[in-house]
């Protein structure tokens, strides 16, 4: 099966879904086009400002489909592109756009405020702070499980194995992608730039970043001492640390530590 293929069938799912299945939801929550959100009904300049549509839906979109391209096509290397493709269409209508969908429908009838606020208000104040205790830490799991993958795409530069050129042009390109998300930003809400020829400007600059990346690379290493001589040497013999293992760690590891402490 062609990727074009592949690409047609999950656009025709999540039309199919957007349509049926997000109406049918509107539909069994009340959902009215009509009624004024708490960005009109409280506005006050600063938390609470309509939003252009194009750009909440911008914001919308990249939060439920953020996870896919990171770790999309790493899943897919390891289990195959079919669970992975499986999970991304029909996870995301069933599970993430429905779950996105329901947050933000309760958040609005409850004047704007937190999923927090959403639980005190229906369950009492000592079901908020549980819900928040683990959001809290489901926050930290998730932004550590990203950082970890996003920085895994940054290292092209590794002792042990050859130089990732790849990962040079993702590092470039990325960096070059939040500068251009600033820029954008700055002449929207602070030039009061139309939306649609600054998204028009701001395609052709990631289309550009893009090709620049294939050129120029940013070539990062995993830690700062992998460019230290201690990595360029072999690590010693019948030891499970590796060449760059800082000298105290790997002294523990084998075993071999003074028991002496000094001062």
Known sequence: MSALLILLIAL??????????????????GVDPNRETP???AYDGK??????????????????????PINGPIQAAVFGWVPVFLW????GIFFGAMHDFG????????????IGQVMKDSMGIKAQRLFIVFALAVLILVIASF??????????????????????????????????????????YRKNAKIGPATVVGIIGI???????????????RTSSASSPACTSAAPS??????????????????SCSSRVTT
């Open 103 to 114: 947050a933000l429908f309760a958040s609005i009838r409850h004047n704007g405020g937190s």
């Open 238 to 255: 019948g030891s499970s640390s590796s060449p760059c293992t800082s000298p105290s760690l790997r002294c523990f590891l084998s075993g």
């Open 12 to 29: 025709v799912a999540l039309a199919l879904g957007y349509v049926f299945y997000g109406s049918w939801l509107a539909k069994q929550w």
């Open 207 to 221: 289309v550009a970043i893009v090709v620049l990346g294939q050129f120029a690379g940013l070539h990062f290493s």
């Open 39 to 41: 960005a009109h009904t």
């Open 88 to 91: 991304c269409v029909l996870g």
């Open 147 to 188: 950082t970890a993958v996003v920085a895994g795409t940054f290292v092209s530069v590794d002792p042990a194995a050859p130089t990732y050129a790849a990962n040079g042009s993702t590092a470039m390109t990325s960096i070059l992608f939040i500068v251009i998300a600033a820029i954008f930003g700055f002449f929207v």
């Open 47 to 68: 938390d609470f400002v309509p939003a252009n549509p194009a750009v909440l839906m911008g914001h919308h979109f990249s939060s439920i489909a953020g996870a896919g």
